[in-house]
C-alpha cells in the first residue's frame, strides 16, 4: 500500500514537472496559424523581454561590428543567425512560465506572394498580417520622437509607436518607437517569390554557393522592402518584425538541408561534405566546421545563458532537430510545405519522390488551395511549353515571365535596392529580379518561351508585356 502512494505521488509529480518545465515540442509556426491567444502571448513576451532589457542586449549582440561582419556576407551566415534566433526564443521562453512554450513565428511571405499575384491583397501590409499585428506602419508618436539606434539615424521615417514597440528601448534609451517604412504603399517584388526563392535554395552546388544565394534574395531584398530600422544592416532586430523573417530564411536552411538528406542519406550528411558545411575566411580569420560561433559584445553577459546547452561551434548547427534540449521543427503548409516535401520538383512535371522522404519531426501539409492550384498549373503550363519547344532551363523561364507579371500585372514596380542599402549591405549586383527585368528589356537575356502571354493571360487574365 505504502510503495502504492509512492509510486502514485512520484507519478503526480513527474507529471506536475513534464508541465512546468518541458513543452512537448518546440514547433515553429506560421504567423498566419497562431490563434488569437498565441499572438497575444508572444506579443506580451516580446513587450516583457522589452521592458527587461533583454531585448536590447540581443540588439546590441547583432549591431556589435566584429559580430556583424562575421554573421554577414560570410559562410556561415545562416548558421550565425540559426543559433541568434534560438537564443532570442529560449530568452523569450524564461521570462515567466507563462511563455514557456512559445517558439518564434515565421513571417510567409512566400504564401504572401501567392496572395499578392492572386490580387487577395495589394500592399505588404494588407499581404501580412504578421506586419498589421505587430503594430503596422501608421501609428507614430505624436511628439517628434528620438530617431537613432545606437548612433544610426532615420531621416524621413516615421518612428512607429504602437505595441509592442511603445515599449522599446536601447539599453537605458527608451525611443518608445521604431522607424519603419511605409508599408501600406510598398509592394512585394519577384525576388520573395517561390520560383527565385526555390532557385535559391537548389541552384547552388555547395552549402556557400546556397548560402549567399539565400542571403541575396529573399533574405536582403525582404529588408530592403521593410525600409526603416529593418533596413539597417545592424540594428534591424530592434523591429520584432526580424524574428519573423529570419525564422522564414531559417525555414529554408532547413528545407535546404532536408532535401540534401533525402538525396544523399543522413550518414553522408556531415560537416566534411562542402554541400552541407563550408568554410571560408573573414578577415584574416578562417572559420571552419569547427570555429566556435563568434559573439562579442558588453552586453553578452546578460544573455550568454540563453545559450547554454547549444553546440557552439557552427558545424553543430546544420540540423535544428539536434540542437539538443533547444532542438526544433516546423510546421509548415502552402508553398512552402510543398518545396519542402517535394524539393527541387516542386512546381514541374518531374515525380517528386515523395513517398521515400520524411519530414524528420517538422509537420508538414502539402499545398491545398486554388490559388496554389492555378500557380502551379501556370508553372506546368511554362514546362509544357518549354518541353514542346525544346528549351532548357524552364526555371530561369518561369521566373522571367513571373517578373515581367510583377512589373505589368501587379501594383508594384521591379526596383533595385537603393544605394546606400546596397553600400551598407555590401552589395555589388543589381537586385536578380530587376537585373532579369532589365535583361529582357533590353534583349540581352529575352523570355523564349513564345507563347508566354498566352500562358499568363490564361492564369492571370493579364499578358504582361504591358
Ligand atoms: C495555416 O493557415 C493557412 C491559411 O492562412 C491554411 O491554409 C493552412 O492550412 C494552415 N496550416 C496549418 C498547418 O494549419
Ligand atoms: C539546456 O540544458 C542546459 C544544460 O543542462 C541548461 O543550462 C539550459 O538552461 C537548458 N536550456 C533549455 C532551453 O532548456
Ligand atoms: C503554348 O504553346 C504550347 C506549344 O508550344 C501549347 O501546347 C500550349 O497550349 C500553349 N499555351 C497557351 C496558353 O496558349
Ligand atoms: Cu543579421
Redesign the pocket.
Known amino acids: 500500500m505504502e510503495e502504492f502512494l509512492f509510486k502514485l505521488l512520484c507519478i503526480a509529480l513527474l507529471l506536475i514537472l513534464n508541465v512546468e518545465s518541458a513543452c512537448v515540442s518546440r514547433t515553429r ?2 504567423w ?2 497562431y490563434s488569437a491567444a498565441d499572438k497575444k502571448l508572444f506579443i506580451k513576451a516580446i513587450t516583457t523581454a522589452m521592458d527587461r532589457g533583454f531585448y536590447s542586449d540581443f540588439l546590441a549582440l547583432h549591431a556589435d561590428q566584429m559580430t556583424n561582419q562575421q554573421a554577414h556576407n560570410t559562410c556561415i551566415f545562416l548558421f550565425w543567425h540559426r543559433i541568434f534566433l534560438v537564443g532570442f526564443e529560449n530568452m523569450l521562453q524564461s521570462l515567466a512560465p507563462e511563455y514557456a512554450c512559445i517558439t518564434l513565428p515565421y513571417y510567409d511571405y512566400i504564401q504572401h506572394n501567392l496572395d499578392y499575384i492572386s490580387q487577395r491583397c495589394t500592399d505588404i501590409q494588407s499581404c501580412s498580417s504578421i506586419l498589421r499585428d505587430l503594430g503596422g506602419s501608421s501609428s507614430t508618436l505624436p511628439a517628434a520622437p528620438l530617431q537613432t539606434i545606437r548612433s544610426y539615424s532615420f531621416p524621413g521615417f516615421r518612428c512607429i509607436a504602437s505595441p509592442p514597440l511603445n515599449h522599446f528601448c536601447d539599453g537605458t534609451d527608451c525611443m518608445g518607437c521604431v522607424p519603419r517604412g511605409q508599408w501600406t504603399s510598398t509592394y512585394f517584388n519577384p525576388d520573395l517569390n517561390f520560383n527565385r526563392v526555390k532557385q535559391s535554395i537548389f541552384s547552388g552546388t555547395s552549402m556557400a554557393m546556397v548560402t549567399a544565394a539565400i542571403e541575396l534574395s529573399p533574405h536582403d531584398s525582404m529588408h530592403d522592402t521593410l525600409s526603416g530600422a529593418m533596413a539597417n544592416l545592424f540594428v534591424s532586430p530592434a523591429d520584432p518584425v526580424f524574428y519573423g523573417h529570419h525564422a522564414t530564411i531559417d525555414v529554408l536552411l532547413t528545407i535546404y538541408h532536408k532535401c540534401l538528406v533525402d538525396d544523399i542519406g543522413q550518414e553522408a550528411a556531415v560537416v566534411d561534405d562542402q554541400r552541407v558545411f563550408e568554410g571560408c575566411t573573414v578577415g584574416s580569420r578562417a572559420i571552419t566546421a569547427a570555429s566556435r560561433v563568434f559573439m562579442r559584445s558588453s552586453r553578452l553577459k546578460n544573455i550568454q545563458k540563453f545559450f547554454d546547452g547549444l553546440p557552439m561551434q557552427y558545424g553543430g548547427l546544420i540540423d535544428a532537430t539536434k540542437l539538443g534540449n533547444s532542438s526544433y521543427t516546423y ?1 509548415l ?2 508553398l512552402l510545405g510543398t518545396l519542402f516535401t517535394d524539393c527541387k520538383a516542386a512546381g514541374t512535371r518531374q515525380r517528386s519522390s515523395r513517398k521515400l522522404t520524411s519530414a524528420y519531426g517538422h ?1 508538414v ?1 502539402p499545398l ?2 486554388d490559388d496554389g492550384e492555378t500557380f502551379m498549373s501556370w508553372r506546368r503550363a511554362i514546362f509544357d511549353a518549354a518541353m514542346e519547344q525544346k528549351i532548357p532551363n524552364v526555371e530561369d523561364e518561369v521566373e522571367k515571365i513571373m517578373v515581367m507579371l510583377y512589373e505589368f500585372c501587379l501594383p508594384g514596380k521591379v526596383t533595385d535596392y537603393s544605394d546606400a542599402f546596397k553600400k551598407q549591405w555590401g552589395i555589388a549586383r543589381v537586385r536578380p529580379s530587376k537585373a532579369l527585368l532589365d535583361a529582357i528589356q533590353d534583349g540581352t537575356n529575352p523570355i523564349r518561351i513564345s507563347n508566354w502571354t498566352s500562358i499568363n493571360e490564361k492564369y492571370y487574365q493579364c499578358p504582361g508585356n504591358k
Request: no cysteine; net charge negative; proline share 0%.
Open positions: 509556426k506560421a498566419d496559424n510546421e503548409s502552402g509537420v501539409h491545398s488551395s
